[in-house]
């Protein structure tokens, strides 16, 4: 292509990246106004300014994301937008959101009549907000990345920040755990760039949607192609905490600040999500069964059942969510693996709805923590439901829909999800069929697992007395940041009876 038909296909590509270059520019704005309010204005009410304007920069660039007229290829063929990509995009956006706004009406963890603060919010710097709004940009960046170096350089920006807000508190765990966090992202991220390469090698393009890339991979070894795309998917693997790939998550959720862990388990996990999916979707046609889809079912079953078997050993409920989020990456998977336009539809819709599930998870163990002196130990929640019955009944609400029954919204998820395998696994007999029949069976079984430590939070709530050394404390009132939490879970409820909200905006995109 001539030089002057790209430069005019670049500045026509312009307009579609707006909201990406619009979360750049507020990164560099959010660094220079932290400087001048702070100096201006005080500390405290200088973060009141960033939050209010983080939220309305991530929710501006969702809406603008929605409502740009422009769909199809960008910078020629380096990015693509299509009606996933924005639903992707307004996931991140509304997480983003979400977090901000309860990390700001949670500051410091200080409520009235409270003798103690938060020990999971104080150490908290501005800066965070900076760096959480880099995070986003790249997470944009990757839901419209089609191109494998942009598909690299995006999840090197969304990790860097990721490792970067996982040390951010001046504390020795953080340290250890955005140091463990760095090492084996940088792991992964090698495999990741040696499996690319392999692809450019094999097929001599980086775009997954030239038709010489599928051509080219079609005339080779299954065996190879295989290879090549498994090592190609380790950095996402590594984003969704899939087993191998998953070692770094408890120590780094664990690490993290609350807020920072939320974002973590949700956003990235719905981005790489996609990009697995124009992955798999890439690789060349043939009469047999994707080559993909046998070690992707493997994967997805090592990683419902270690995140739930690990899982039941935690005393400690941040804990217990990070190895839940081991366990429903392994759920979010089995949308792909069934490797057909409803499954994929039935993964974004799981992605949308855990959005709002595990946020309220997060949250709700945050507050009652909060009434109980920032304690996160399992035991140390006995006894609060009487106390605090309107929290420990959403978060009851919360965990029955990370199992997956109704009448919550994570039911309907996981019955979309297993149906759409099903179809798949009964389609044909093979080999193919058998490891699919598995992950089925398994993955249902798991189901009933995962109820011995997601109720257990409820059961110490509602029918285990107070512990002898436990202090008591003044019953709190219930505040904006209490409302937020007790909001989402109601909205998992809201959704079961009303499905159809979340599905006709996945198909009106």
Not at 139 to 149: M, Q, R, Y
Not at 275 to 292: D, F, K, Q, S, Y
Not at 366 to 374: H, K, Q, S, V
Request: glycine letters at 8%.
């Amino acid at each position: 292509m001539p030089l002057t038909d790209q430069l005019r296909a670049i500045l026509a590509s312009l307009g579609g990246f707006g909201p990406v270059a619009g979360l750049l520019a507020v990164f560099c704005g959010l660094l220079i106004a932290e400087l001048l309010l702070v100096r201006g204005l005080g500390a405290k009410r200088a973060r009141g300014w960033l939050a209010a304007l983080t939220i309305t920069a991530v929710l501006g660039a969702g809406a603008w994301a929605v409502l740009l007229p422009v769909r199809g290829f960008l910078f020629m063929h380096l990015l693509f937008i299509d009606n996933q990509a924005v639903f992707m995009q307004v996931v991140v956006a509304l997480g983003a959101a979400l977090v901000v706004m309860y990390e700001s009406v949670n500051r410091g963890g200080k409520q009235p009549n409270s003798p103690t603060a938060n020990p999971l919010h104080d150490q908290l710097p501005p800066e965070w907000l900076a760096l959480l709004v880099a995070v986003v940009a790249g997470l944009f960046l990757l839901a419209e990345a089609v191109n494998l170096l942009a598909i690299y350089l995006a999840l090197e920006l969304v990790s860097i920040g990721s490792y970067l807000l996982t040390a951010l508190p001046r504390t020795r765990r953080s340290s250890e755990g955005g140091i463990k966090y760095l090492l084996f992202g940088a792991i992964s991220s090698a495999i990741m760039l040696y499996g690319m390469s392999l692809l450019y090698g094999l097929t001599g393009t980086l775009d997954l949607t030239a038709d010489a890339f599928g051509q080219a991979l079609a005339r080779q070894d299954a065996v190879v192609v295989t290879v090549a795309g498994l090592l190609t998917l380790a950095g996402l693997f590594f984003k969704l905490s899939l087993v191998p790939f998953h070692v770094w998550t408890p120590d780094a959720y664990d690490a993290a600040p609350l807020p920072v862990a939320a974002f973590f388990s949700v956003a990235p996990k719905a981005v790489a999500l996609l990009v697995i999916m124009r992955v798999v979707t890439a690789l060349p046609e043939t009469t047999g069964p994707n080559p993909l889809q046998v070690p992707l079912a493997v994967l997805a079953l090592g990683s419902i059942l270690l995140g739930n078997l690990a899982a039941l050993w935690q005393t400690d409920a941040k804990r217990i969510l990070a190895y839940s989020t081991i366990a429903h990456a392994g759920f979010l998977l089995v949308g792909v693996v069934s490797m057909t336009g409803s499954g994929f539809e039935a993964a974004l819709f799981y992605a949308g709805t855990y959005l709002i599930i595990n946020l309220s998870a997060f949250f709700l163990i945050d507050r009652l923590a909060l009434r109980n002196g920032g304690s996160l130990t399992m035991a140390d929640f006995a006894g609060l439901g009487p106390q605090y019955p309107v929290l420990s009944v959403a978060l009851t609400v919360a965990m029955v829909a990370l199992v997956g029954l109704p009448p919550t919204v994570g039911f309907t998820a996981k019955l979309l999800i297993f149906s759409s395998l099903y179809e798949t696994a009964t389609a044909d007999a093979g080999t193919t069929s058998g490891w699919l029949l598995a992950l089925f069976g398994i993955g249902l079984l798991n189901a009933v697992i995962s109820l011995a430590y997601y109720l257990k939070i409820p059961f110490l709530l509602f029918f285990r007395p107070r512990p002898n050394n436990a202090t008591s404390a003044p019953a709190l009132p219930m505040r904006f940041a209490d409302w937020l939490a007790v909001g989402l879970a109601v909205l998992t409820v809201l959704l079961f009876l009303r499905p159809n909200w979340l599905l006709n905006i996945l198909a009106g995109f």
